[in-house]
């Protein structure tokens, strides 16, 4: 029961008088010129960059001192067979190639203090590329959000094991672009940072998506009463939820 106490008090002081808080991350971000536009959004707002990318680099380090966290957005095989690019992580590889790969994926990306997958919904069902990832993960210290492009993901359970922090994508904001649609995914966003605590929203550096967070963002984060956090600030509040439910569980024994 103690323990359980204290899980819910940390829950409480990382998310003081239960303001919600929603963690946005741009990723896709590295080879379009256009993609520079993101760093004109508040630096609350995580910046995830493609390894191996022209502009990866130098997007990354200019993020960085524009105050943003940056994640590497790490390329992954898909059921559907598209092509990865520079990097892209595939079930053909041993445990050596894939380990490297992941290791130069993440050298790639100054400042990185996390990754994400881009794509990924073959290679994150396989429990050994994602005991691998976790491995290199937890070596170089970085936490791991799960995008979770299927719901048969292994990422958690294999996280779990080797103790990598993990979130995991809520919603996804701009699979369409018309304002309607923007406008609705973000609400839903809110609704769910303030339900539970804290939310993670996906977007990508379109054009249209940079321009609707530049002129609504601000302004219905205020009226929700909904906090912008970098991707990594949620992570004690994730750790003390997960803590009390699993004490709670015990409890139950």
């Given at each position: 029961?103690?323990?359980?106490?204290?899980?819910?008090?940390?829950?409480?002081?990382?998310?003081?008088?239960?303001?919600?808080?929603?963690?946005?991350?741009?990723?896709?971000?590295?080879?379009?010129?256009?993609?520079?536009?993101?760093?004109?959004?508040?630096?609350?707002?995580?910046?995830?960059?493609?390894?191996?990318?022209?502009?990866?680099?130098?997007?990354?380090?200019?993020?960085?001192?524009?105050?943003?966290?940056?994640?590497?957005?790490?390329?992954?095989?898909?059921?559907?067979?598209?092509?990865?690019?520079?990097?892209?992580?595939?079930?053909?590889?041993?445990?050596?190639?894939?380990?490297?790969?992941?290791?130069?994926?993440?050298?790639s990306v100054p400042y990185a203090k996390g990754?994400?997958?881009?794509?990924?919904?073959?290679?994150?069902?396989?429990?050994?590329?994602?005991?691998?990832?976790?491995?290199?993960?937890?070596?170089?210290?970085?936490?791991?959000?799960?995008?979770?492009?299927?719901?048969?993901?292994?990422?958690?359970?294999?996280?779990?094991?080797?103790?990598?922090?993990?979130l995991r994508r809520q919603v996804f904001l701009?699979?369409?672009?018309?304002?309607?649609?923007?406008?609705?995914?973000?609400?839903?966003?809110?609704?769910?940072?303030?339900?539970?605590?804290?939310?993670?929203?996906?977007?990508?550096?379109?054009?249209?998506?940079?321009?609707?967070?530049?002129?609504?963002?601000?302004?219905?984060?205020?009226?929700?009463?909904?906090?912008?956090?970098?991707?990594?600030?949620?992570?004690?509040?994730?750790?003390?939820?997960?803590?009390?439910?699993?004490?709670?569980?015990?409890?139950?024994?």
């Amino acid at each position: 029961m103690r323990r359980l106490i204290l899980g819910l008090f940390l829950a409480l002081c990382c998310n003081p008088c239960n303001a919600g808080q929603l963690a946005i991350i741009i990723d896709d971000i590295g080879y379009r010129h256009t993609d520079e536009d993101a760093l004109s959004l508040p630096s609350g707002i995580t910046l995830s960059v493609l390894p191996h990318t022209p502009l990866g680099q130098k997007l990354a380090e200019q993020g960085h001192h524009k105050g943003h966290e940056i994640m590497v957005h790490l390329p992954m095989q898909a059921l559907n067979g598209k092509a990865m690019g520079p990097g892209g992580l595939n079930n053909q590889m041993d445990e050596q190639d894939f380990k490297l790969a992941v290791e130069e994926a993440l050298s790639s990306v100054p400042y990185a203090k996390g990754s994400n997958n881009h794509m990924g919904s073959l290679l994150t069902q396989l429990d050994k590329p994602m005991q691998w990832l976790m491995e290199v993960l937890r070596s170089e210290n970085l936490y791991f959000v799960d995008s979770m492009t299927t719901r048969y993901s292994k990422a958690s359970k294999e996280a779990n094991t080797f103790n990598v922090p993990l979130l995991r994508r809520q919603v996804f904001l701009d699979n369409q672009l018309d304002q309607a649609t923007l406008a609705k995914q973000l609400e839903q966003a809110m609704t769910l940072a303030k339900q539970d605590g804290q939310a993670v929203l996906i977007a990508h550096p379109y054009p249209e998506t940079i321009a609707f967070l530049k002129r609504q963002l601000k302004e219905r984060l205020k009226r929700r009463g909904v906090e912008l956090v970098k991707a990594s600030e949620l992570l004690s509040f994730q750790f003390a939820k997960e803590q009390s439910k699993k004490d709670s569980s015990n409890e139950q024994l």
